[in-house]
């Protein structure tokens, strides 16, 4: 059974501080992992990708890695904003799953930038 | 961009009624949707895949009887809720996959039973 953990459950920053959001899984044998954006009440929004044959994947101010052998991703976050307050979401396939929609979620870290 | 609208975004029910909440894919065609849960504080939890044309796949513990999913279509899947209790309160978001794309979601739907 796939669990993923994200470290740390909630972080507060100030403003163009960069940071690090950290997720780990148990089963390493994935096709991707993903990370996804959920503002208070709201759906989720695809953040990033990334495939099991890539290292990192980036996208703006944002740069996702993956290390399948250690288990681990993680969210770097540059200049940070207020903007960017919302709860992070990392997702990796069930256990012996290859479906890009089957997926098992962490509990997230809420992120709170402040002016 | 694809678009997942899911509706209603919010709904209050009296315990016994049972809700019905639609989820469809607004620029392309969903052959495989999902519906996810999330209690509050708490991250999402998958109950289930809908599949165009053929019977959902329900998750471990998730009773079928009582989330009655329909995928009529290649643009809808519905999630019924029968007979809802306060313990059915919860977001309940769906997501459909694009063929080649990230996975898209719906905006949620809060279920409260009172």
């Known amino acids: 059974k796939q669990e993923v953990t994200q470290i740390p459950a909630a972080l507060s920053v100030p403003e163009g501080e960069n940071l690090v959001l950290n997720c780990s899984f148990t089963?390493?044998?994935?096709?991707?992992l993903q990370w996804f954006r959920q503002d208070p009440g709201k759906g989720l929004t695809s953040l990033l990708l990334i495939q099991s044959s890539q290292r990192e994947q980036t996208s703006g101010r944002l740069n996702a890695s993956l290390d399948k052998s250690s288990g681990r991703s993680t969210l770097y976050i540059a200049a940070s904003q207020p903007g960017d307050s919302a709860t992070y979401l990392c997702a990796a396939p069930n256990a012996g799953g290859t479906s890009y929609g089957k997926l098992t979620f962490g509990q997230g870290t809420i992120l709170t930038v402040h002016p | 961009g694809a678009v997942v609208s899911q509706h209603p975004s919010w709904v209050i029910c009296k315990s016994g009624t049972s809700v019905k909440i639609e989820c469809r894919s607004l620029d392309f065609q969903a052959t495989t949707m999902f519906w996810y849960r999330q209690f509050p504080k708490q991250s999402l939890m998958l109950m289930a895949t809908?599949?165009?044309?053929?019977?959902?796949?329900?998750e471990q513990g998730v009773e079928k009887d009582k989330f009655l999913i329909n995928h009529a279509s290649l643009t809808l899947s519905t999630l019924t809720v029968t007979s809802a209790h306060p313990e059915d309160s919860s977001f309940y978001i769906c997501?459909?996959?694009?063929?080649?794309?990230?996975?898209?979601f719906g905006n949620g739907t809060r279920l409260t039973v009172t």
């Open positions: 809908s599949n165009e044309g053929s019977k959902a796949t329900y």
């Open positions: 089963d390493s044998a994935i096709y991707n």
């Open positions: 997501s459909a996959l694009d063929r080649g794309s990230p996975l898209h």
